[in-house]
């Protein structure tokens, strides 16, 4: 018998460490994600994007352009071009309602600001994540650096936003719940997938920039409320944009960085099921499923806001009238739109009881309702005051059941089967525009407007797809 | 008796969400330990800092330095260098060892990267984070754009690595174990404190660049082995410099960041105890525990090359008389240098097998022992596959028990107490100067290196801290 030190090979060095908590379960070897992601990512051919998914990216990037140039003059997206401008390089692109131009990387982060900044943009609804951001801010400002056609660059969106929402459906809810804000540290993947595709990466390098990816996710939830969550879809733009520009030059990275031990999966969330990233992927399309905001706060708030609206037009409410305003409501509503007294216009956004008092009050939960000034009316401060909401397992996160009594003693009630804007009740494409326009509004005149929107609905046949950024900056 | 729904406050929107895996336990409130920090970091006097503090910073600028300039010439900042430059701002500072020069914050990230892609920086051993790279990255860099004097540079250095290594204090090992490189995910605080008091940020900005720090971590382990893990401190030092500048223009961001629900500590560890990051802040240093390497792979590797060095020196050792070598280690060595049939050189900075014996055969365990060459020299493989290591929970970190049997039946026993290196026998001020020059060999003439290494060890008493990262750059 021989003793373990003498042993003529070095075999404990084979027994690898306790799995530390959040590690995958023993059992078979997990699939080569990073590598089935990479390889996709750099071959999926064309053929693989049907009408439909066409036309729900065409869409996907309509609704991001209008966010992106109605956020652009938000305290956000203006205090990180101050921060930026002394350290950027070339001015290779524009900034979506600006007149400023930075360099690729920098000016993906501002635009990704401006376009969260409002919390209009649009939403995975299985995950919360808001895919264009991270994914559109990379592809537009890359391709007025190096010219692509608009084929190529509506293919890179359609990519990055699937891995992305793929990604999140390995770990949701479970890395949401831990703390991560999912857009940026999903995102990151997207954006890097999306630059790698533009770059014509092979399969190896577009490995190295998803590992490089895994290395910077962006963005915790604790700064909802604060102008560091629009900075998460800017930054995970970037991020992954550097990542596929050091991968392209041979930078090299884990090849198990998303499935590995010690890797993405492992530290970023306590479950996985990386068969929600690799099956049917390229004849599946968690894009398809892309939903519009017609309200301009957390999706998780538009029942409630539609609910009140029908109420109030279907009724003629006039605020004086209402007593008492009762909710039942999907738990997230309270964990995402708790804060019951909100001081500032950002702060409403992140009150349930605020969007319902403003939505009955004016008819309108657009940008114009999340100001300081709408925040602070007395009127919608009086009605606020009224509105309670209980969390009812039984309500779909789409959902909510409102009861409005009266002072003369009427009670109304609704049940919103499908909030507009969901999946069930979509934004028509003429809905969009007038957001879209809505959203221009005082940033670009309107036949510049106009313009940009033409350019995002003709995206799929621009020979150059560098002329949506270009026409989106302010003159 | 008033019913749930009726009442008139909504009071059930008080209450939080069930904690999710990480959260802190029910106990009384946290303490503000993002304001503390933030306090700290905008207000602490220099007298702080005592003579054995101020010394230690030298000797971490110092030695920091020095691998800089050594690294400089890596496929990894060569790479980073070509993937960074057609998007890099105006030539503010310049790269250590390097003729080209970059904005600030890309010129951070490539000396981060150089400074670790050697893996022979300094170590936190509590925590083996390695404190300089992501801090002194960022304000040697920062110092070139806008001019300091040493003493400011120094103190902010100082001030970022103690904010890093208490962070580091508050979650290892649980942070580590998950799968983060702990360099990374701390080092970000480090550098936006370090440039926030650069910046002379007051408490309030210095509290959201902290914040902005904490949704930008960076690094996994399953990128050891790779150039990744070398981005980790450099991208860290970037990450906190883009956040204090942000913060300078009012970016703002939540101000329970790091302690708050959904916060850093939440998301990033299993347990934190924040009592170590605010204990004595400014009493007791961490970075007066600084380390440095006398070898050129990870700081776990180090007990056994020093008793491999020394059985080799006292006995006159030949490669061809070695039989078998038995290693009792500390587990944490086959965690990180497991790897058993290194293919280059990198490889072999994670193969304890391979540098015992290429300290073994050579007497070193420099540079030039982990090179593609000396992984693949046949005297050197051949004693490697007679290396064998046992983990044993009685050996501390900076121990090893080696027993070296040769061909004629003998039998060598070495119990290294403290490696060479470690606060018990710590490297001296020569010791580290040789390690210098060793490392700006064929990179800076020697006249060159002779100032630069002066320029450092008189950082304290420099009008303008700019000169030393002109000292470094290349001509």
Redesign the interface.
């Known amino acids: 018998m021989v003793a373990?030190?003498?042993?003529?090979?070095?075999?404990?060095?084979?027994?690898p460490?306790a799995a530390?908590?959040?590690a995958a379960p023993k059992g078979p070897p997990p699939a080569p994600v990073t590598r089935i992601l990479a390889r996709w990512a750099a071959t999926a051919p064309a053929e693989q994007l049907s009408e439909a998914v066409r036309k729900q990216a065409t869409r996907t990037l309509f609704n991001w352009v209008g966010v992106a140039v109605g956020g652009s003059r938000q305290?956000?997206p203006s205090?990180?071009v101050?921060?930026?401008k002394?350290?950027?390089?070339?001015a290779?692109a524009s900034l979506f309602g600006r007149t400023e131009r930075l360099?690729?990387?920098?000016a993906a982060l501002v635009n990704g600001i401006s376009s969260h900044v409002l919390d209009f943009d649009d939403t995975h609804l299985k995950t919360i994540i808001h895919p264009a951001g991270p994914v559109a801010s990379a592809v537009t400002a890359f391709a007025e650096y190096r010219p692509v056609s608009g084929a190529a660059l509506m293919q890179a969106l359609a990519l990055g936003c699937e891995i992305e929402c793929r990604m999140g459906n390995a770990v949701f809810p479970?890395h949401y719940?831990?703390?991560?804000?999912i857009t940026?540290t999903t995102g990151v993947f997207g954006a890097a997938a999306a630059i790698g595709r533009l770059l014509g990466l092979d399969e190896q390098h577009m490995l190295w920039a998803l590992?490089?990816a895994?290395?910077?996710?962006?963005?915790?939830?604790?700064?909802?409320?604060?102008?560091?969550k629009s900075?998460?879809p800017g930054?995970a733009a970037q991020n992954g944009m550097?990542a596929a520009?050091?991968a392209?030059?041979?930078?090299?990275?884990?090849e198990?960085?998303i499935e590995?031990?010690?890797?993405?999966g492992?530290?970023?969330s306590?479950r996985h099921d990386w068969s929600q990233v690799t099956d049917g992927l390229g004849e599946r399309w968690e894009l398809a499923l892309n939903t519009y905001k017609p309200f301009a706060c957390g999706i998780v708030g538009h029942p409630a806001i539609d609910a009140a609206i029908q109420l109030r037009d279907a009724n003629g409410l006039k605020p004086e009238q209402i007593k008492?305003v009762?909710l039942?409501v999907h738990?997230l509503v309270?964990?995402l739109m708790?804060?019951?007294e909100p001081r500032t216009g950002l702060e409403g956004k992140f009150s349930?009881?605020h969007a319902v008092a403003v939505a009955l009050v004016t008819g309108r939960a657009g940008e114009q309702a999340f100001t300081d000034q709408a925040v602070a009316d007395p009127a919608v401060v009086a009605v606020r005051?009224a509105?309670?909401?209980?969390?009812d397992p039984a309500i779909k996160a789409d959902q909510v059941d409102m009861?409005v009594t009266l002072t003369d003693g009427r009670s109304l009630r609704l049940f919103i089967e499908h909030a507009v804007g969901s999946q069930e009740r979509p934004m028509t494409d003429a809905q969009l525009e007038d957001k879209f326009s809505g959203l221009a509004e005082g940033i670009l005149p309107a036949d510049r407007a106009r313009r940009l929107m033409d350019l995002c609905w003709q995206a799929w046949t621009l020979d150059d797809a560098g002329a949506i950024g270009r026409a989106g900056a302010a003159a």
């Open positions: 373990a030190g003498l042993t003529a090979g070095p075999v404990l060095a084979q027994t460490p530390p908590p959040g305290d956000a205090h990180a101050a921060a930026i002394p350290f950027s390089g070339p290779q360099d690729a990387p920098n479970e719940a831990m703390g991560w804000h940026g590992g490089i895994a290395s910077q996710p962006v963005g915790l939830k604790v700064q909802f409320g604060s102008d560091t900075f998460h930054r550097i520009l050091l392209q030059q041979g930078y090299t990275a884990s198990v960085a590995g031990f010690d890797g993405w492992q530290a970023l306590t008492a009762a039942k738990p309270l964990n708790g804060k019951t349930i009881f005051k509105v309670t909401a209980t969390i009861t």
